[in-house]
């Protein structure tokens, strides 16, 4: 993965913590990076964060059932690419697992 395809996954975890703000950051990021492996081994990379965005998205959508909306004053993403990327946090690798185990028990399309 490369700076830029870093940077844009950030820019979706972001947003989709500000539309999920029920959920913990954890989980979301637990579930972007099982989004993101789905993708692994793929030559082209220009769409990944698009389509990673997208399929959580859906799955979030899927598994509550009331979407939230996004609050009158959220970060827009051209904001972001003005502000360098956040650091990465030092710490264990997450395992999609957790995810899993947390989505399967609600999503219908799982069962």
Request: glycine share 4%; aromatic share 8%; charged share 30%.
């Amino acid at each position: 993965m490369d700076d830029t395809e870093e940077r844009d996954i950030d820019v979706v975890r972001t947003r989709l913590i500000q539309r999920f703000p029920d959920l913990e950051p954890g989980v979301i990021e637990d579930l972007v990076v099982a989004m993101l492996h789905r993708f692994d081994g793929c030559r082209i990379r220009d769409f990944v964060p698009l389509l990673v965005e997208r399929a959580a998205i859906r799955m979030l959508d899927a598994t509550y059932s009331r979407a939230p909306t996004l609050p009158a004053d959220s970060v827009l993403a051209s904001e972001f690419f003005a502000v360098s990327p956040p650091e990465p946090v030092a710490g264990p690798a997450t395992s999609s697992g957790r995810v899993w185990g947390v989505f399967a028990r609600r999503s219908p399309r799982l069962l």
